[in-house]
């Protein structure tokens, strides 16, 4: 059974930092690309970051470049989200997801909830 749970979510204030968990099960994880996904209040979908199988080549949204630092541990079948300089803007429910063929995903976690708020 494949599975993704994200974890690390919370309250910061604005300029603070919070590293996002995704733990990874039911498939061969070091195999897969994996994304991180978010969704605002009030927006769609917003890719976040990609990160290859291995964890060679990561890849981001424009927004969150320079602030963000996607990076996974294929040992422990782990993926993370080292968020700094935080913002209002960056309030959302983060997902990690699965990534498959053209780039779609095809299993998403539940997602955690991120607030950046004074």
């Known amino acids: 059974q494949v599975q993704v749970v994200e974890s690390g979510g919370g309250l910061v204030q604005p300029g603070g930092s919070l590293r996002l968990s995704c733990a990874a099960s039911?498939?061969?994880?070091?195999?897969?690309?994996m994304y991180w996904v978010r969704q605002a209040p009030g927006k769609g979908l917003e890719w976040v970051s990609g990160?290859?199988?291995?964890?060679?080549?990561?890849y981001y949204g424009d927004s969150v470049k320079g602030r963000f630092t996607a990076s996974r541990d294929n040992a422990r079948n782990t993926l993370y989200l080292q968020m700094n300089s935080l913002k209002p803007d960056d309030t959302a429910l983060y997902y990690c997801?699965?990534?498959?063929?053209?780039?779609?995903?095809?299993?998403w976690g539940q997602g955690t909830q991120v607030t950046v708020s004074s």
């Open positions: 039911g498939f061969v994880f070091s195999n897969y690309w």
């Open positions: 997801a699965r990534r498959i063929a053209q780039g779609a995903a095809d299993y």
């Open positions: 990160i290859t199988a291995g964890g060679g080549s990561v």
